[in-house]
């Protein structure tokens, strides 16, 4: 059984907390059930395999960030005392120059939080949403977390979708132009093609009739292109919606790669054939089409947050399941 040491050092909210509601949410749902469990959890190092350092940086950020500054430094002078003091304090991270020690983060900043402490960013297992394999996510060592925008203190509700000969859609984007990818896929589908519904803001005309999440629940492949970051919430909410994610983001390490194969469930396309999207999906077979649809129903346990209490092969258990074959790998 995985047995994992937290650190109590630090105080609310910038440790033991995070962000439980909003696209950040899995930081703080995962401090929450860890710091809840009494099954994971010990308070013995000797029976420890992991050290986990609970500490925030959603909220680092909202703390000790100037707005419009653009000086991360308060932020990462944070983090790097925090590690600084629990290596002083303990023999653990010096045993091991913290290979055994994560942090969990669905921050945009969180890699770049790392790189003020030259141990935390080499060893330490990074558990967090932007994980860019161009950036300082280590593909061997790191951890993909799973961004999961919670809208309200509960579990989504309504999940899944229309039937696929009721889908009128064949695909459906609609959100911020933001990063690389996001102002190519708008210049090439927005307005161009009625089976493409691609926004950057649902018409007031259309959303009174169709929501978001309606559209979702009518289209065939949902287009989660990167913003700022190569991440998306849109990955989770497509599942959720049997809505086969259509995942635009190179060097984009997907979660839970390691079990989960996600060309069963879903389409990966190169940022460069944006131009030759439609052309590329009205060109899978609808056997193949419907073989993914009908796999999402199968995963959308995995990315999953129970409120109450964590429910096997949910969210959480895979997260930990993540870091356990981490932790044996580096043995």
């Known amino acids: ?29 995962f401090i929450h059930q860890l710091e809840s ?23 680092a950020v909202r703390r000790l960030y100037v707005q419009n500054s653009h000086d991360m430094q308060p ?3 944070f983090i790097t005392t ?58 061997s060592k790191d951890v993909s977390l799973p961004e999961i925008t919670l809208r309200a203190a509960k579990p989504p509700t309504k999940l899944g979708g229309l039937p696929i000969r009721k889908r009128p859609y064949l695909a459906f984007f609609a959100g911020q132009v933001v990063g690389r990818v996001r102002p190519l896929l708008l210049q090439h589908w927005h307005n161009k093609d009625p089976d493409m519904k691609i926004y950057e803001h649902i018409p007031s005309n259309v959303s009174k009739k169709t929501s978001y999440i309606r559209h979702m629940k009518m289209s065939k492949y949902c287009i989660c292109p990167m913003g700022h970051e190569v991440n998306s919430p849109r990955i989770v909410e497509a599942i959720y919606y049997d809505c086969v994610p259509v995942i635009i983001a190179d060097n984009f390490m997907l979660p839970f790669g390691e ?17 030759q999207l439609k052309r590329i ?45 981490r932790r044996l790998a580096s043995l």
């Not at 609808?286 to 964590?310: A, C, D, G, I």
């Open 1 to 29: 059984m995985l047995k994992i040491y937290i650190y109590k050092e630090g105080v609310r909210p910038l440790v033991h907390i995070g962000p439980t509601i909003g696209i950040y949410a899995s930081e703080g749902r």
């Open 37 to 59: 469990s009494k099954v994971f959890v010990t308070g013995d190092h000797h029976k420890a395999h992991l050290f986990f350092m609970p500490y925030s940086v959603t909220n």
């Open 75 to 77: 932020i990462t002078r």
């Open 82 to 139: 925090y590690v600084s003091e629990i290596s002083m304090k303990y023999p653990y991270w010096n045993q091991s120059g913290g290979a055994d020690h994560f942090f969990v983060s669905c921050h945009d900043w969180a890699l770049a939080t790392s790189r003020g402490h030259k141990e935390l960013r080499q060893n330490a297992i990074k558990v967090v949403c932007n994980a860019d394999a161009e950036q300082d996510f280590v593909v």
């Open 259 to 275: 079990v989960l194969d996600w060309q069963a469930f879903s389409i990966t396309l190169e940022e460069r054939n944006i131009p």
């Open 281 to 325: 999906l009205v060109s899978i077979p609808e056997t193949n089409y419907t073989s993914m649809q009908s796999r999402l129903k199968h995963v959308r346990k995995h990315f999953l947050w129970h409120f109450r209490s964590p429910v096997k092969y949910d969210v959480f258990h895979m997260i930990l399941h993540s870091l356990w074959l």
